[in-house]
T-cell receptor, first 112, second 114 residues
Framework: DQQVKQNSPSLSVQEGRISILNCDYT??????FLWYKKYPAEGPTFLIS???IKDKNEDGRFTVFLNKSAKHLSLHIVPSQPGDSAVYFC???????????WGAGTKLIIKP | KAGVTQTPRYLIKTRGQQVTLSCSPI?????VSWYQQTPGQGLQFLFE???????NKGNFPGRFSGRQFSNSRSEMNVSTLELGDSALYLC?????????????FGPGTRLTVT
């Protein structure tokens, strides 16, 4: 049973446009959410996070939105750049044990 | 500050063999977690060690085990390898357990079981 789902295995976006990556979760106990970015042959690197007490967190070109009632979060990248081409993972945790539960990842391809 | 290092980077083993993977966390980090990544499955949590004690464990069979040394370095062992164990094994460190803040990942060990 996948508690964190990223339903789009891949996404192709034109350079300069907005990239929107989506993530859904089923466990209502999750209260902290993170996005990681992974290049080939490298480990994932932390990108941005959001606590369940917020509905939006912004860091430069990256914004994460959280809709608790829909159990949905999204990562917006504006504007998209070629270096953003990578696999993006969504992860969630509950305060009870801080174990991260990961989605399967979405491969983002930025077209020039 | 040096990042998380994992050795070896690539490994080919035969079914039935055992394997040991090594992880050196960032200096000062006392928590080390291990993950298995397979295509389409995301990262599956194996276990976390903090101060030489296993703090959390994922849903993997007992063939998967680990340990942490006093210098925070960690090893993961898989016995009686199966074809399905072929995956990228990632190690991540953070300053202490009990927090989700910023796990730092190593580059991974690519294990192929033939």
């Amino acid at each position: 049973d996948q508690q964190v789902k990223q339903n789009s295995p891949s996404l192709s976006v034109q350079e300069g446009r907005i990239s929107i990556l989506n993530c859904d979760y089923t466990n209502s106990m999750f209260d902290y959410f993170l996005w990681y970015k992974k290049y080939p042959a490298e480990g994932p690197t932390f990108l941005i996070s959001i606590s369940s007490i917020k509905d939006k967190n912004e860091d430069g070109r990256f914004t994460v939105f959280l809709n608790k009632s829909a159990k949905h979060l999204s990562l917006h990248i504006v504007p998209s750049q070629p270096g953003d081409s990578a696999v993006y993972f969504c992860a969630a945790s509950a305060e009870s044990n801080y174990q991260l539960i990961w989605g399967a990842g979405t491969k983002l391809i930025i077209k020039p | 500050k040096a990042g998380v290092t994992q050795t070896p980077r690539y490994l080919i083993k035969t079914r039935g063999q055992q394997v040991t993977l090594s992880c050196s966390p960032i200096s000062g980090h006392r928590s080390v977690s291990w993950y298995q990544q397979t295509p389409g499955q995301g990262l599956q949590f194996l276990f976390e060690y903090f101060s030489e004690t296993q703090r959390n464990k994922g849903n993997f069979p007992g063939r998967f085990s680990g340990r942490q040394f006093s210098n925070s370095r960690s090893e993961m062992n898989v016995s009686t390898l199966e074809l399905g164990d072929s995956a990228l094994y990632l190690c991540a460190s953070r300053i202490y357990s009990g927090s989700v803040y910023e796990q730092y990942f190593g580059p991974g060990t690519r294990l192929t079981v033939t």
